[in-house]
């Protein structure tokens, strides 16, 4: 028992002593600072020249033990995780399905300790024993974990206020924090208000969607930093909108949240005139954060302002979207021009218009010459004049409505001619007023026509003479008070011709 006693003693007296040649002194050991939440790597890594001679010996019984230890006193130690020479593992209950080391890094010389999802209480000293032959290498280095928290938590709701806090495990206090959101440092004025390691936003908006990083700064020249995701609840497309549409056209007015799906809300969409409106809310399927408005066939009389209301917790947001109509209307003037009108019902002042013939076919004749006038934020909307309609002109036209950033809307227009023969080409859809004119001048004509008639043929009567002297005294003789004197001259008639 005695000599076996002294050759323990010896041999760990020999690990100790080749230990301390290769590893780093308690008071000489780094600090790594990892976030919460996130993966911390604890770095034990193997020298390249110690790597080099060791190679050959690497496998031979090679183990890891990585242990935590607890409180001040480096005496006191609690394992985290431990590989023995088989490849067995081992793992402390607290970090359990947490902490792992990368098995096929052993070969490189990589025994670093990875622990994911980091907690706050992971914090602390770690020292990782590795032997393999007859070596033994000591990696000792400080975890720190450092955080920002959000109250209230979880997603924002537009216009709701927050305030963020910077956190580390490192005991001593800051000398300066800063704040940095879509690379900009946070100044403390408007809506935001630093104190400490808080920064307080009184009113959120859209834009305040994204990371916000916070960066500690120490007496000792130490910088240490974290970054929290915070996401405002709001609407994807802009607040005040306008949707353009064509009369007769299916509609749908936006209504989408930037998140979701978000659970107890409540949608109500109102129209700002005091009717009724045939709008029908038609939400995604699947997808709880699509709210939008369904138009069917939509007509000028739809055409407005709608009002989109999300309540979400104690606080509603909305969303103004305006409809504007598109129609096009055909006029001829006193010249005999057509007019192609495009009527918008509502006007931003930023709008132009452009006329395009769709499906026109090559041809050699050339085209007649038409002018286009825009009254971009007037209520006559954009004129197409036509000075003399040819028969290439039939067929759909276009009248789109283009803003800044490119076209947003359209309304088409099916113009039919006629081309009666030996005369040029002719509307064939006349205005209403042009077409009574012309039915009651036909009506006047045809009543001059009947009475010059029936007095002509009265006057051709009184004119002409008798052609059947016989038949005349027939007649004559038929009339009351006439008959026997006209019978005697009858009579005489008769025998003077016998």
Known sequence: ?????????????????????????????????????????????????????????????????WVRHEGSSYKKRRMVLKVEPSGLKKLARSVMHRATVWDTGFLSGNFSLQIEPLLKDDAGTYEAWVKFGSEVWR????????????????????????????????????????????????PNSGRFSSLDQSLFISRSVKSDSGPWACELIFADGERISATYNLQVIGFAEPTISVVYAAAGS?????????????????????????????????????????????????????????????????????????????????????ESHLLLICNLSYHTGNEHFQWKHLGLMPTNRPWPEVTSRSFAGLSQGSTLEFSQVLPNDAGTWECSVHGPNGMLGSVQHHLKTRRPSGTSAQIASLQPAKTEKIIFGLIIFLLVLVVSVFVFIRLRKKISPTNFPALDRMVAAALPGKGIKDGVQEEKALQTEC
Not at 5 to 16: E, G, R, V, Y
Not at 31 to 58: H, I, N, Y
Not at 145 to 162: F, K, M, R
Request: proline share 7%; hydrophobic share 40%; net charge positive.
């Open 139 to 186: 990696c000792q280095l400080e975890l720190g974990v450092v955080s920002v928290t959000a109250n209230p938590p979880g997603p924002l709701v537009e216009s709701e206020a927050i305030r963020l806090t910077c956190n580390s495990t490192r005991p001593e206090t800051p000398t300066e924090t800063n704040w940095v959101h879509a690379g900009l440092l946070i």
């Open 250 to 334: 299916n509609t749908y007015l936006p209504c989408v949240l930037n998140h979701g799906p978000i659970s107890r809300l409540a949608v109500h969409w109102s129209y700002m005139t005091r009717r009724k409106s045939k709008a029908k809310l038609t939400p995604t399927r699947g997808n709880s954060r699509d709210f939008t408005l369904h138009l069917p066939a939509v007509v000028p009389d739809d055409a407005g302002q709608y009002l989109c209301e999300i309540s979400i917790r104690s606080t509603t947001i909305t969303k103004n979207v305006t409809l504007a109509v598109m129609t096009v209307t055909q006029a001829v003037t006193e």
């Open 1 to 65: 028992m005695t000599w076996l006693f002294l050759f323990w003693t010896i041999a760990l007296n020999l690990q100790l002593t080749n230990a301390r040649h290769v590893s780093f002194a308690p008071g000489d050991s780094c600090r790594v600072w990892a976030e919460e939440g996130a993966r911390a790597t604890l770095p034990c890594d193997l020298s390249p020249q110690k790597l080099a001679s060791s190679r050959r010996q690497l496998y031979k019984g090679l183990s890891v033990h």
